[in-house]
């Protein structure tokens, strides 16, 4: 069975908040979306044309000179029949770190560690930026039907965030208790 386009679905059910247009669902999946799904702004234009072609949504007027739309009835179907669908994959990330580590035995122990420091400080201000958009919705989406939802998206990325900042940590003292052991398996200096 062939892949459905995921794009789709992330502009029919951006459709169903307060985004109306284009751009107001590529704002939205900058600040949101954007930290478990790319779309890029590339796609949304294109995916709007596709998906008013097939009848799943229509313009509904224009806002500010730009082209706002809404969901019609066989576009709730088909939002509605995805979101019954289960996920059959886990996802595969695809991760430099990972790819480097695993070739890491060819570089100074030191290079290794600082690349995973690194890596730690990246995630802490990822949790940070995920710390502050709960704040936001906390405090000012509260009305919104969506916002339990949100907040669970949300606690998936601080909990994996938060795993794997214990495994960088993990990991480094690994690395600088293991010394010997590893340049006697042939590790660099």
Avoid at 37 to 54: H, R
Avoid at 66 to 84: D, I, M, N, P, V
Avoid at 129 to 154: F, H, K, N
Wanted: include cysteine.
């Amino acid at each position: 069975m062939p892949r459905e386009n995921s794009t789709r679905y992330a502009l029919l059910g951006l459709l169903t908040t307060s985004c109306r247009t284009g751009y107001e669902m590529k704002q939205m999946i900058d600040h949101s979306l954007n930290h478990f799904w790319k779309i890029s702004f590339g796609q949304v234009y294109p995916t709007l044309k596709a998906l008013e072609q097939d009848g799943l949504i229509v313009l509904s007027n224009e806002e500010d000179d730009r082209k706002a739309y809404e969901l019609t009835e066989s576009g709730e179907t088909e939002l509605r029949r995805w979101l019954e669908e289960k996920p059959e994959e886990l996802p595969v990330q695809r991760n430099e770190l990972l790819l480097k580590l695993f070739f890491a035995r060819h570089e100074p122990l030191e290079e290794t560690i600082e690349k995973i420091t690194h890596h730690e400080a990246l995630l802490r201000g990822r949790l940070e930026t995920y710390e502050a958009i709960e704040t936001m919705i906390r405090s000012s989406e509260t009305q919104s039907p969506d916002a339990m939802y949100w907040l669970m998206t949300l606690d998936y990325g601080k909990t994996q965030t938060r795993a794997l900042i214990e495994w960088c940590e993990r990991t480094v003292r690994m690395i600088e208790g293991g010394t010997d052991d590893e340049t006697e398996n042939g590790r660099t200096e």
